[in-house]
């Protein structure tokens, strides 16, 4: 085709499109209010108003605007160059992720990526399996001891998905009480990051509630990441953990590695992309499982007939076909991540829908994921969706719990595999139950979360 024709498809394409309908909200705070009140909630509401449209949606001073028809999805995802992280919600992050594949763009981010891929390749991940598995069995075994004690699920995720994430990361050679410390910064970190991403638009000095809290956490774990990795650079030490395989990585075309910087931002980047999200989906996995009680047996007898009561390998997941699609199932009832931040610098069109330039994009897979066009009965858990014969004619993006295109979740194998060991080995041991009356709300919080936690009780299996 000739560059005047792709011109005048060009200028066909503006003159045809169609201006973006924006939800206002209440006066100066637009939609705020109902943001933190129920973010997912009223995501939802907007989309199901406007099927099939992108929608601008006023936070304060700014105009977010939602895009959530997969074929939209995928125009997004698949033109990073477009629609990048140079501002926005972004910006907000940048203290305590820094530049780690989370949040770096352009050129950048493509270098660090293709050094980073070879990372997370199936040798690496079994290598690291039988360290993973390690600590969920010492973490199972600790659950066991809370007997018929009640316990708040979405807390004892969170610790075993640190366990997991951060032994992984830096291997067996970090005292337990040093991972402790440095876990509690990086969750107070994350609390200033959830306020500080959806107030975006505030200047960065604004004083909000707990900064001071925010900004000393991001101090303490710059020192404590970079110590880290200048004490194992200096060693010289060849482990299996993600640590090593950091200081490993090279540039294909320089040869170089990453300076001290680099590799603590793609650390904190892992732990935050790694741990939440893996502690969240399996918090609404169990509130799930016994919300129903015949996929939960079906689960257990699975799990039952591939391992019986010993321990998983990684050659065993792939036999865990069922438990698989009961963790997909769950991740698109309550997606870790319910929204996704994008960018676009310069005026653009998704679907014929004009976007203003410097307007930050949301994608919300919360949305997506329930979206009756694509998934009928959209609220019932029936992880048999995800059967091969039932997913086939599924649109690509109306599904994409880890992100998409070259920036989907470069741990996302990683991410399935710890669900499914933590799946399987706990349902060996234990058999949780939401304690009567506990009200169960999905949070506004940078991850899907629970409002006011998870009650449970754990009963033997």
């Known amino acids: 085709m000739s560059e005047i024709a792709i011109r005048g498809d060009e200028v066909a394409a503006q003159a045809a499109a169609k201006d973006t309908t924006v939800v206002r909200g209440y006066p100066l705070v637009g939609g705020l209010i109902d943001i933190f009140r129920d973010g997912p909630g009223f995501m939802t509401r907007v989309a199901r108003e406007h099927p099939g449209e992108v929608v601008g949606v006023r936070l304060g001073p700014t105009t977010v605007y939602l895009v959530t028809h997969p074929d939209h999805v995928q125009q997004v995802v698949l033109d990073w160059r477009t629609f990048g992280k140079g501002g926005g919600m972004f910006t907000a992050t940048r203290p305590l992720l820094g530049h780690g594949l989370l949040t770096s763009d352009g050129e950048f981010w493509l270098k660090q990526r293709r050094m980073m891929q070879p990372l997370f390749q199936p040798a690496n991940l079994a290598a690291l399996t039988n360290l993973m598995i390690e600590v969920i ?7 066991v001891t809370h007997g018929s004690a009640i316990i708040d699920m979405e807390v004892e995720m969170n610790v075993m998905s640190q366990r997991v994430i951060l032994e992984t990361m830096l291997g067996r050679g970090i005292e337990r009480s040093e991972t402790d410390r440095l876990n509690l910064q990086l969750q107070s970190a994350l609390e200033g990051l959830n306020r500080r991403m959806f107030l975006s638009f505030l200047p960065e000095r604004f004083p909000l509630p707990g900064e001071g809290r925010y900004r000393a956490a991001i101090t303490a774990i710059d020192e404590a990441m970079l110590r880290l990795v200048q004490v194992r650079r200096e060693s010289g030490a060849e482990r299996e953990d993600l640590l090593s395989l950091l200081l490993r990585a090279r540039d294909e075309e320089t040869g170089k590695g990453m300076d001290d910087r680099q590799v603590r931002d793609e650390l904190v980047s892992i732990f935050v ?88 994009i949301l994608l919300s897979p919360f949305v997506t994921h329930r979206d009756p066009q694509f998934w009928p009965d959209p609220e019932a858990f029936a992880p048999d969706r995800f059967a091969p014969e039932r997913s086939a004619g599924r649109p690509r993006y109306a599904y994409y719990p880890f992100g998409g295109g070259g920036h989907q979740c470069i741990g996302n194998h990683f991410a399935m595999m710890e669900c499914q060991l933590i799946t399987a080995m706990m349902a060996q041991r234990l058999r949780p139950s939401l304690v009567a009356g506990h009200r169960v709300v999905p949070s506004s919080s940078m991850t899907l979360k629970p409002r006011y936690g998870m009650k449970m009780t754990l009963g033997a299996a």
């Open 137 to 143: 069995e010492r973490e199972v075994a600790l659950l």
């Open 273 to 360: 992309a790694g741990q939440d999200a893996t502690a969240k989906a399996m918090t609404w996995l169990w509130y799930l499982l016994d919300q129903s009680p015949e996929v939960e047996e079906r689960l257990r007898a699975e799990i039952a007939d591939v391992l019986g009561t010993r321990r998983p390998t990684f050659e065993d997941l792939a036999q865990l076909r069922y438990t698989k699609r009961v963790i997909q199932e769950a991740m698109r009832l309550y997606p870790p991540a319910w929204m996704i931040p994008h960018f676009v610098a310069n005026e653009t069109l998704v679907g014929g829908h004009r976007i203003p330039a410097r307007s930050p």
